[in-house]
């Protein structure tokens, strides 16, 4: 599985980004994808995640973020609304048949990162 993420960009604090992460492979549908960011100097961080039938998100982001998938565009969705200055990191998707390793970020599988830049 190959992903590419897409849709960072420059937001003013309160605005809302779409982040979408396309993938390629044959296996998409039963694979557990997810989202981390990683600020500078910081570690990575769970965002959220979307197994076939369950979705899991960090506390910071639960009301604001919402992650969602297309089956038939192989793409998995960011929607991140009343976004915060703390938001601001490089945002990375992830993939693996197993959500455990998605939620645990020992996924398979990792797209190149799409920066997101909340100003104040």
């Known amino acids: 599985v190959q992903l590419q993420a897409s849709g960072g960009g420059l937001v003013q604090a309160g605005g809302s980004l779409r982040l979408s992460c396309a993938a390629s492979?044959?296996?998409?549908?039963?694979?557990?994808m997810g989202w981390f960011r990683q600020a500078p100097g910081k570690e990575r961080e769970f965002v959220a995640a979307r197994s076939v039938l369950t979705t899991y998100y960090a506390d910071s982001v639960k009301g604001r973020f919402t992650i969602s998938r297309d089956n038939a565009k192989n793409t998995v969705y960011l929607q991140m609304n009343s976004l915060k200055p703390e938001d601001t990191a490089v945002y990375y998707c992830a993939a693996d048949a197993a959500t455990v390793r998605v939620t645990s970020a020992q996924a398979a599988h990792w797209g190149q990162g799409t920066q997101v830049t909340v100003s104040s």
């Open positions: 492979g044959r296996s998409f549908s039963s694979y557990a």
